[in-house]
């Protein structure tokens, strides 16, 4: 049995869709038994556990050999890099005494030690807890994701401009949460020597300019890139409804990605799924 935290998200679904299409038994694990009902329609089992109980969440590991981990993303009006600290120590006490055999954790390419900053710090904790346990932990540190582009969607298709904080020209990698999943799927189910850090990439890397490009195709208009200077990150965050600690926090993880950059990823995993198709088919949903 295979245990699924976030299959409700983008890529914990992907995860438990491309187990269960191999046929293998899955439980999934959410805190509202009611966003388990597409589940159990599809044949999944439902756990019911709340990350910030570490005894229901353990029990919910018990049921299985294997685990997908992902830490779940804060409410953005909230100190997100305390709740999500506090959310990866829940997980790490639950994995503890869960008789699992291995497990798979979702992380970053920007993971690095730190305080206050953003996914990289917490993920960063959640690798080295893991690193500490005696269970067999595979850990894929995931690029940028195509699905941050989702929320853009519509204001692009309104106005025809695209906002970004990274330079318009700077090239960064980026996986569809489809590959992430089913990258994730493939080490849950490879034997307990396949262990460690992989980092996963898309087909290709992209800078703000292609990605205005592909939406300028899937909308059929033009879209023109609109960078924020560094400077006003902290308000920019404000302005989207981040609270003020969130806001810091998300502006050092820019910082530092950018600031570090991206050409220590080594032999990354390659994914299929391009920005063009994934687009596509976003604007195709809507």
């Known amino acids: 049995m295979f245990v699924i935290m976030g299959a409700n998200g983008h890529v914990g679904s992907a995860v438990a869709k491309t187990l269960l299409d191999r046929a293998q038994p899955v439980t999934i694990v959410t805190h509202n038994r009611d966003r388990g009902d597409r589940w159990r329609g599809v044949g999944a089992e439902v756990a019911v556990a709340d990350v910030n109980d570490a005894d229901s969440l353990r029990r919910a590991f018990a049921r299985g050999r294997r685990a997908f981990l992902l830490n779940p993303p804060a409410d953005i009006k909230t100190d997100t890099d305390a709740v999500e600290r506090a959310s990866v120590a829940g997980i790490l006490a639950a994995v503890e005494g869960s008789g699992l055999e291995k497990v798979v954790a979702e992380s970053t390419a920007g993971a690095q030690p ?60 980026m996986a569809a949460p489809d590959d992430l999943g089913r990258f994730a799927a493939e080490r849950l189910m490879s034997g307990l020597d396949d262990v460690g850090i992989r980092y996963i990439e898309g087909p290709s890397r992209y800078a703000p300019s292609d990605v205005a490009a592909v939406f300028a195709k899937a909308l059929q208009r033009p879209v023109e890139v609109e960078v924020t200077p560094r400077d006003q990150w902290r308000s920019a965050y404000r302005t989207l409804g981040f609270s003020e600690p969130a806001a810091d926090a998300y502006a050092r993880m820019t910082e530092a990605a950018l600031d570090r950059g991206f050409d220590n990823i080594v032999d990354p995993l390659q994914g299929s799924i391009t920005l063009e198709d994934y687009i596509a088919s976003r604007a195709c949903e809507r």
């Not at 690193?131 to 989702?150: E, K, L, T």
């Not at 853009?152 to 904080?165: C, I």
């Open 114 to 173: 730190g305080e206050r900053v953003g996914d990289s710090s917490v993920l960063w904790e959640l690798e080295e807890g893991l690193r500490r346990q005696p269970i067999a932990a595979a850990i894929n540190r995931a690029p940028f994701y195509m699905s941050n582009w989702d929320e853009q969607l519509e204001p692009v298709r309104k106005s025809g401009k695209l906002a970004t904080m990274l330079p318009a020209d700077l090239k960064l990698p």
